[in-house]
C-alpha cells in the first residue's frame, strides 16, 4: 500500500465539524484548535455557527485547517502517516503541515492571513462562478477568452473528467455560460461564491502572501507534496513560497494532481475534511486509487482499523 493524504479545501465547512472528535480526543485534537489565539473563538465557530460567519473566507480557512490539523494528528498518533500529500486549494496548506513543511501555528497564522486577504481582493468586485459539466478543457478556455471582452473570466479549477469551474467578473463568467452551453456543455450551474478565488483578481492576496512568506521559516519536507497550480510535485528550481503566491491566483489543477498521484504508483487516499467531494474526484478520475474519507469519529475508528488490518 502507498499513502496519499489529500485535504478538503474551502466549501466543505459545515456548522458542528470536529465536535465529536473534540469530546472523544480533547488534549490531541484540543490543541489544535486552541494552536493560535485569532481573533475569534475557532472552537465555537466549528462546533456552534453561525453558519454564515463560518462560511466568511476570513474564517472559514482556519477552522477547516484546525480541522485537517487534529485529524492529521491523531491519525499521526495510530502510526498512519502518509507518503504523499495534496489538497485543494486551502488544502493545500493542511498538506504542507502533513509533510512537515510547516508547524501547526505557522500554518494557522497564514491561513488566517490568507483568507483576510482573499476577502479583501474580492470586495467590491460583482464576481461569479459557474461549475461547467461535460465539456473538454480546450472548448471551455475557447469559451473563455472569448467572453473575456466582458471581463476576467478564467477556469479555475479542473476539478476530474467533465466537471470544470470557471471564475471571475460576472458579466464574463454568464457569457462564458452561454458560450459553453453553445460549445456542448450539458450543464452550466451558477455557484454561490464570495469572491473570483484563483484567478488574476487575487493577485493582492498573493502579494500579502509573498510578503508574509519573508518572514515564515519552512521545513524540509517528509514526503512530497503535490502542488495545485502545476498538479504535481514540487521540480528543480522551485519553491514553495512561489508556489503558494502563485496558487491563490491561479488554476487548481486537481485533475491532474490525482493523475500525478496515480503515475507515482499512490494506491490509497485518505480525504480529511468534511465530506466527500475529493473522493468523488479520484472516483470519476482513476479506479487505481482506493480513497476513504474522515469526516466524523466513526469515519476516523472505520479507517484505523481497516489500514492497521490490511497492514497486519
Given amino acids: 500500500m502507498k499513502l496519499a493524504f489529500v485535504y478538503a479545501g474551502q466549501g466543505s465547512q459545515k456548522v458542528g465539524m470536529g465536535k465529536d472528535?473534540?469530546?472523544e480526543y480533547p488534549e490531541v485534537?484540543?490543541?489544535?484548535?486552541?494552536?493560535?489565539?485569532?481573533?475569534f473563538d475557532v472552537k465555537q465557530?466549528?462546533?456552534?455557527?453561525?453558519?454564515?460567519?463560518?462560511?466568511q473566507t476570513r474564517y472559514t480557512q482556519p477552522c477547516m485547517v484546525s480541522f485537517a490539523i487534529g485529524v492529521t494528528d491523531l491519525l499521526r498518533s495510530e502510526g498512519i502517516v502518509p507518503e504523499g500529500a495534496a489538497g485543494l486549494s486551502l488544502g493545500e496548506y493542511s498538506a504542507l503541515y502533513a509533510a512537515g513543511v510547516l508547524d501547526r501555528e505557522t500554518a494557522l497564522r497564514t491561513v488566517a492571513l490568507r483568507g483576510a486577504a482573499m476577502e479583501e481582493a474580492a470586495a467590491g468586485l460583482e464576481c461569479g462562478m459557474t461549475a461547467v459539466l461535460a465539456l473538454d478543457?480546450?472548448?471551455?478556455?475557447k469559451a473563455c477568452e472569448e467572453a473575456s471582452a466582458l471581463g476576467i473570466v478564467r477556469i479555475c479549477n479542473y476539478n476530474c473528467p467533465g466537471q470544470l469551474v470557471i471564475s471571475g467578473e460576472k458579466a464574463a463568467v454568464d457569457r462564458a455560460g452561454e458560450l459553453a452551453k453553445e460549445l456542448g456543455a450539458r450543464r452550466c450551474m451558477p455557484l454561490k461564491v464570495s469572491g473570483p478565488f484563483h484567478t488574476p483578481l487575487m493577485k493582492p492576496a498573493g502579494d500579502r502572501l509573498r510578503e508574509h512568506f519573508r518572514t515564515v521559516s519552512f521545513g524540509d519536507m517528509s514526503c512530497p507534496v503535490y502542488f495545485n497550480c502545476k498538479g504535481d510535485r514540487l521540480a528543480e528550481g522551485?519553491?514553495?513560497p512561489a508556489l503558494l503566491e502563485k496558487q491563490v491566483q491561479s488554476s487548481v489543477y486537481w485533475e491532474d494532481t490525482i493523475r500525478a498521484l496515480e503515475r507515482d504508483g499512490f494506491d490509497t487516499v485518505i480525504e480529511i475534511g468534511p465530506g466527500k467531494t475529493l473522493s468523488g474526484f479520484f472516483r470519476k478520475t482513476t479506479k487505481a486509487i482506493k480513497t476513504y474519507s474522515i469526516d466524523t469519529v466513526a469515519d476516523f475508528r472505520k479507517v484505523v482499523e481497516t489500514l492497521k488490518g490490511a497492514a497486519s
Avoid at 45 to 55: A, I, V, Y
Fill in 238 to 240: 522551485e519553491t514553495i
Fill in 21 to 23: 472528535f473534540f469530546e
Fill in 29 to 39: 485534537f484540543g490543541a489544535a484548535m486552541d494552536a493560535v489565539s485569532l481573533d
Fill in 45 to 55: 465557530l466549528c462546533f456552534e455557527g453561525p453558519e454564515e460567519k463560518l462560511s
Fill in 137 to 141: 478543457r480546450e472548448k471551455l478556455q
